[in-house]
């Protein structure tokens, strides 16, 4: 487990519980390998805006891609993209390239925006900074360190 993050958790007094499973690289085959429904599992997505670097972070459902026309007009930035992983691995240094856990604020603070689909459940399960361990906490809990704004993020089909 990334030892920022669970230092972070513990500051937070934040009960988790940690899954270990064998290594696995996509949000789906994570969920798979942790023995989860995809749809419970949340996956972390960095979005950027090229105009000024802004970028935040959706969580949205494993099975799904984020829908770049809502977060357009959620954060009022019609040039955002999904970020490359080239830009953002130096953001997330200690963790396993891919591996980004949904906390903003253990990142420079940024924004973090949360599926409407993942808020209506009782916990998130997410990664842990590793390719072969994911988080699970209560979602109360969860929202209360994250503070996300929670939207409709997410598609079935990417969207561009």
Not at 23 to 40: C, D, F, I, S
Not at 49 to 70: E, F, G, S, Y
Request: charged content about 25%.
């Amino acid at each position: 487990m990334h030892f920022g993050l669970m230092t972070f958790l513990a500051r937070e007094q934040v009960p988790f519980e940690l899954l270990t499973h064998r290594e696995a690289y996509t949000a789906q085959a994570r969920a798979a390998a942790a023995h989860v429904p995809g749809r419970l599992v949340a996956k972390a997505v960095v979005v950027r805006d090229p105009v000024d670097d802004w970028c935040a972070l959706a969580v949205i459902p494993a099975h799904r891609h984020v829908d770049l026309t809502r977060m357009r007009a959620l954060t009022g930035r019609p040039r955002l993209r999904l970020a490359d992983e080239a830009w953002f691995s130096p953001l997330f240094a200690d963790c396993e390239v891919g591996a980004i856990p949904p906390f903003g604020r253990m990142f420079g603070g940024l924004a973090v925006y949360l599926d409407e689909a993942l808020a209506a459940q009782d916990c998130l399960v997410a990664s842990a900074g590793t390719h072969h361990e994911e988080l699970r906490v209560p979602m109360s809990d969860y929202l209360r360190i994250a503070r996300p704004e929670i939207a409709r993020l997410s598609t079935e089909r990417r969207a561009a």
